[in-house]
T-cell receptor, first 110, second 111 residues
Framework: GEDVEQSLFLSVREGDSSVINCTYT??????LYWYKQEPGAGLQLLTY?????DMKQDQRLTVLLNKKDKHLSLRIADTQTGDSAIYFC??????????FGTGTRLQVFP | DTAVSQTPKYLVTQMGNDKSIKCEQN?????MYWYKQDSKKFLKIMFS???????INETVPNRFSPKSPDKAHLNLHINSLELGDSAVYFC??????????FGPGTRLTVT
């Protein structure tokens, strides 16, 4: 079945880059996503990448996709304390059924 | 302006009760969803509706019944609540399936 895995925690110093990793098992994944969840809030779509792309950049965010290894990463440049949150990786085929990862809690310290 | 709103934000109730959670979106989207997030933050889709028609039903117990009176609303009714139903329930909507917008969540606690 479909499975999406992430490491549970990441701690970085303010100003450094953060890299959050995700692996998935479904080879028919068409879209891959990164969502952010701040404490007590809903999920916010940060970015998504289509499976025929290797990279997507949006301001401080860079998404890298290695389709062969089924590996997705999110790099946040110049990490700020406001970036502290849980980051969810998700995948879908050509449907709206999103399969979410377990979430990575990013803690940014001064 | 709130795009996807849910009420109530918190719901505490006893086992065996019946409760409803309401969701409204003002984005003009055709598709709405319910997700469940458990205590370990694991998030899973429960239902999706497109133009008031059920599209996805992810092996959710019959005690859960979504109702969509119009395409801007998708309510979730839960009968005979159990302890294991305690979770945060998120509503979402989309016009393009790869861009889902989530509500703030409803934390349900069953005692």
């Amino acid at each position: 079945g479909e499975d999406v895995e992430q490491s549970l925690f990441l701690s970085v110093r303010e100003g450094d880059s953060s890299v959050i990793n995700c692996t998935y098992t479904d080879s028919s994944s068409t879209y891959l996503y990164w969502y952010k969840q701040e404490p007590g809030a809903g999920l916010q779509l940060l970015t998504y990448i289509f499976s025929n792309m290797d990279m997507k950049q949006d301001q401080r965010l860079t998404v890298l996709l290695n389709k062969k290894d089924k590996h997705l990463s999110l790099r946040i440049a110049d990490t700020q304390t406001g970036d502290s949150a849980i980051y969810f990786c998700a995948e879908s085929g050509n449907t709206d059924k999103l399969i979410f990862g377990t979430g990575t809690r990013l803690q940014v310290f001064p | 302006d709130t795009a996807v709103s849910q009420t109530p934000k918190y719901l505490v109730t006893q086992m065996g009760n019946d409760k409803s959670i309401k969701c409204e979106q003002n984005l003009g989207h055709d598709t709405m969803y319910w997700y469940k997030q458990d205590s370990k933050k694991f998030l899973k889709i429960m239902f999706s509706y497109n133009n008031k028609e059920l599209i996805i039903n992810e092996t959710v117990p019959n005690r859960f019944s979504p109702k969509s009176p119009d395409k801007a609303h998708l309510n979730l009714h839960i009968n005979s609540l159990e302890l294991g139903d305690s979770a945060v329930y998120f509503c979402a909507s989309s016009s393009r399936f790869y861009e889902q917008y989530f509500g703030p969540g409803t934390r349900l606690t069953v005692t």
